[in-house]
C-alpha cells in the first residue's frame, strides 16, 4: 500500500482511506464482522480511517472504537467529522463553538480515544461564520483533543475564505478536503481540486464508485437496484431520474471500456480516482468483506492515457451528471436567492 503526504503536515496516510459509513445502522450491523473488516484494512496497510458522529447516529464511531483497542489505535490515522443533526435540538448539529464542544466529546467516547488526528467539518454552514467554526477547533488542537483540522464538500469559494480567515485571525486551517469524486461525479476537478492544491491540501476523495454505481450491480438488464442508501436517497437512485438514466448509459460505456483494458468496472473506476494528481487518499466505504477485498484489488491500478481519454469522451471532465451527486446545494441557485 504506497503512503502519500497529507499535504504538508508532515503525516504519511495510505493511497486508500478507509471509510467506516456502512459500519453500523446505514449497512452491515453485525459489529463483529465489521470490525473483521476493519482488522483486514490494516493488515492490507490501510492506516487511514475516516468516520462522522451522524453515520448510524454514533454507532459506525462505537465499532471504530471496538476495533482500534487493544493497541491498533496508535497505528491509525483517525478522522472523524462533526456537523449533522444528532438528535431533535436544533443546538445538538452545525458549525458553531457550542455544538463543537460537545460534538468532540461525544466522538471521544465513542471512539474511546484521546485524541482525534484529524476532525472535519461535514458540510458549510451559512448561518456560522467561518471564524466561529475555526477559533473553536484551534482551541482544540490547543488542548491537544484534536491533531488537525479539514473540511468536506466545501465550494472552492469557502475552502478560500477558510484559508484566509485562519491566516488573518492566526487560526489552525483546514489542512484537507473532502470532496466526491467519480468518473460520474466530477464536478470539482473545475474549481475545488485545483484550489486545495493551491493551498496545499490534502484530498481524501469519496464514492469512487459513485455510490455503488460503478460497482457492476447497476446494468441497464439490472433494472432498478435496492440498497440502504437508495432507500435514503431515491434522487441520486431513482431510475425514474432522468438524471439518473443518463448515468446508466454512461456506466454501460464505462463497463465495455473496462473489459476492453483487462480490468473489472470497480479496477476502473478507483483507478480513475487515483490518477488525478490531487488526490491524496481515495475512501473506500466497503460493507462486506467482498466488498473490501474488490476494492483493494485496485490498489496497483494504473491506467494508460489511452483509457483516460476514452474515460473523458464518455463523461468530459468538470461534469457531474446528476447534479444531487455533489453533495452540496448551493443556496444562491434556490429561488429565493435569485428571483424578486
Known sequence: MELRPLG?????????????????????????????IIHRALDAGINFVDTADVYGAGESEQILGKALAG????????????????????????????????????????????????YQVHRPEAATDIEETLSALTDLVHQGK???????????????EAQWTARDQRLQRFVTE??????????????V??????????????????????????????????SSRAGRLPERFDLANAYNQRKLDAVEELAKLAAEAGLTLIQLAIGFSQSHPAITSTLMGPRTMEHLETQLAAADVVLTDDVLDRIDEIVPPG??????????????????????
Open 193 to 226: 481540486l485545483p484550489t486545495c492544491a493551491r493551498h496545499s491540501m490534502a484530498v481524501m476523495s469519496y464514492s469512487p464508485l459513485a455510490g455503488g454505481w460503478l460497482s457492476g450491480c447497476w446494468r441497464k438488464d439490472a433494472g432498478q437496484q435496492s
Open 178 to 191: 473532502q470532496p466526491p469524486y467519480s468518473i460520474l461525479v466530477r464536478g470539482v476537478e473545475a474549481d
Open 71 to 118: 493497541g491498533r489505535r496508535e497505528d491509525v490515522v483517525l478522522a472523524t467529522k462533526f456537523h449533522n443533526p444528532m438528535g431533535e435540538d436544533p443546538n445538538r448539529r452545525g458549525n458553531s463553538r457550542r455544538w463543537i464542544m460537545r460534538a468532540v466529546e461525544d466522538s471521544l467516547r465513542r471512539l474511546d480515544t484521546d485524541w482525534i488526528d484529524l
Open 8 to 36: 504538508r503536515t508532515g503525516v504519511s496516510v495510505s493511497q486508500f482511506c478507509l471509510g467506516a459509513m456502512m459500519f453500523g445502522a446505514w449497512g452491515n450491523t453485525d459489529h463483529e464482522e465489521a470490525i473483521r
Open 319 to 340: 461534469t457531474t451528471i446528476n447534479p444531487t451527486d455533489s453533495s452540496f446545494n448551493n443556496l444562491a441557485l434556490e429561488p429565493a436567492a435569485r428571483r424578486r
Open 146 to 160: 484534536v491533531r488537525y483540522i479539514g473540511s468536506s464538500t466545501f465550494p472552492a469559494s469557502q475552502i478560500v
